[in-house]
């Protein structure tokens, strides 16, 4: 949903900048919001930031990718993320995300061909005593067995 695709949104976003730029630290509220409306910071938007911030892109495009929470490309309707911290990963995560990328039939970081499905890899979300942990969107699933991820997915198609 970059900027050039979704232009009902522009506006929205033009105006929290006009409303926030001359606040003290605006860029990462401008960022958050255009990724709240976009799901996405394209060149385009990061532009856009920039040239209001009167601000170099490189700034915009460094924080884009310090920060995890934002994203470059666009993201799935649905947000798959495997914990592969420590507790998860001793109780199996790896064999959890191994089974969503063969269900799925992509990488960590790429999205579906149907747009569907997005695969990451997350370090701990605070849900040790799940171990290993699935969280899709804000749903969380816990104590799993690769076998359970299949059912899972199919709630989501």
């Given at each position: 949903m970059?900027?050039?695709?979704?232009?009902?949104?522009?506006p929205?976003l033009?105006?929290f900048i006009?409303e926030h730029?001359?606040e003290?630290g605006?860029?990462?509220?401008?960022?958050q919001?255009?990724?709240?409306?976009?799901?996405?910071l394209?060149?385009?938007?990061?532009?856009?930031?920039a040239?209001?911030?009167k601000?170099?892109?490189?700034?915009v495009?460094g924080?884009?990718?310090?920060?995890?929470?934002?994203?470059?490309?666009?993201k799935?309707?649905?947000?798959?993320?495997?914990?592969?911290?420590?507790?998860?990963?001793?109780?199996?995560?790896?064999?959890?995300?191994d089974?969503?990328?063969?269900l799925?039939?992509?990488?960590?970081?790429q999205?579906?061909?149907?747009?569907?499905?997005?695969?990451?890899?997350?370090?701990?979300?605070?849900?040790?005593?799940?171990?290993?942990?699935?969280?899709?969107?804000?749903?969380?699933?816990?104590?799993?067995?690769?076998?359970?991820?299949?059912?899972?997915?199919?709630k989501?198609?």
């Open positions: 970059a900027c050039n695709k979704d232009n009902d949104k522009n929205e033009r105006a006009e730029k001359n003290k605006p860029l990462m509220p401008i960022m919001k255009a990724q709240e409306l976009y799901g996405y394209s060149m385009e938007t990061m532009t856009l930031i040239d209001s911030l601000i170099p892109v490189t700034d495009y924080v884009a990718t310090f920060y995890a929470q934002f994203s470059l490309q666009p799935g309707e649905y947000v798959v993320s495997v914990c592969t911290g420590t507790a998860c990963y001793v109780k199996g995560a790896a064999d959890i995300l089974e969503v990328k063969k799925l039939g992509i990488e960590v970081g999205t579906t061909a149907d747009g569907k499905f997005t695969m990451q890899d997350t370090r701990c979300l605070g849900c040790c005593g799940l171990a290993p942990v699935l969280v899709i969107n804000d749903h969380v699933y816990g104590r799993l067995v690769t076998a359970d991820v299949k059912g899972i997915l199919e989501y198609k």
